[in-house]
């Protein structure tokens, strides 16, 4: 076996005070550059006003996948109360509570899902699993802890929680599956040594089934336009989402929700079609090349 590609990388077996110390500054880094990355984008918010678009879900994964499960999973838990408690210009409990258990478990999951047996097919699974359970886990969490201290009535958690974990997961997963492919590739090249070999070789010899890929970005996508559309054309679809919101604010919140999660789901499924289309002709992994 090449032990090479395996020195730097924490995921490796072995243990000892220097593999605990690159385990803490790549812990360090990662949640540094995922605060960063999630406070960018932090004032962008879902139809509620409550919930934030997150792109930067690629950093931890990166770092589940090159220096192991506890690596990405404790970043994403720290950079996730960092960058809430900055916007928020103190210690956020909401993120105390929801998010930074929800980010441990999904970017943990991911990484143990991919651990050793690294390749695009599971990626895409492994990706779809850790951004679904994370993203339900933090959504039921934060709106339990708003409904318990009163931010919100508790008729609303349900519809909210759906809401968000749909939201989340459509706007994380086109970031997940078409921006950390390239990104990890270029890693691997740049530093093979960072990344195991299992990784390393993946990256360098296969491409992402396109299959698999167009399905995982058009399925959320045909979800969100149907809740969008129906949300918009009927009383009894949006009262899920609504009902139980100030009337003031409901037919806001409605038209916000028609809008945007049918914006969102129209993208989704354009950008699936766009993929089958190109795949005829150049590749749908084009975009990552590997000579």
């Known amino acids: 076996m090449n032990t090479e590609g395996l020195s730097l990388n924490t995921s490796s077996y072995r243990v000892g005070p220097a593999a605990y110390s690159r385990r803490a500054a790549f812990t360090s880094l990662g949640a540094v550059l995922y605060a960063a990355g999630a406070y960018a984008t932090s004032y962008i918010v879902s139809p509620w ?18 220096f192991g499960p506890w690596v990405g999973g404790v970043s994403a838990a720290i950079g996730t109360l960092i960058a809430d408690s ?40 492994a990706s779809i699993i850790a951004l679904l359970l994370g993203n339900s886990l933090c959504a039921v969490l934060y709106t339990s802890y708003k409904a318990a201290i009163g931010a919100i009535p508790g008729q609303l958690v349900p519809g909210l929680s759906l809401g968000l974990t ?14 950390l492919p390239p990104l990890l590739r270029a890693l691997v090249k740049a530093i093979p040594s960072l990344a195991p070999l299992d990784v390393r070789e993946e990256c360098l010899s296969s ?7 167009v399905l995982a970005l058009a399925s959320p996508g045909a979800i969100m336009l149907a809740i969008g559309l129906g949300v918009y054309a009927s009383q009894h679809v949006a009262w899920l989402f609504v ?15 028609a809008t945007i999660f049918s914006a969102t789901g129209s993208i989704l499924v354009a950008g699936s079609l766009i993929l089958i289309k190109l795949g005829g002709k150049t590749g749908v ?5 590997h000579s």
């Open 243 to 257: 009902g139980a919101l100030n009337p003031g604010l409901r037919e806001i919140v409605r038209m916000l929700i």
């Open 86 to 125: 900055a916007k928020h210009g103190t210690l956020y409990l909401p993120s105390l509570v929801a998010a930074v258990p929800a980010n441990l478990v999904a970017f943990y999951v991911f990484g143990k899902l991919l651990e050793g047996r690294f390749n695009w097919g599971r990626f895409i699974v």
């Open 49 to 66: 006003g409550m919930g934030q678009l997150r792109p930067a879900v690629i950093i931890p994964s990166l770092f589940s996948i090159i």
């Open 207 to 213: 491409e992402l089934p396109k299959r698999e890929l």
């Open 285 to 289: 992994n084009a975009a990552y090349p």
């Open 166 to 179: 749909l939201w989340w997961f459509s706007t994380m997963i086109p970031f997940q599956l078409l921006a």
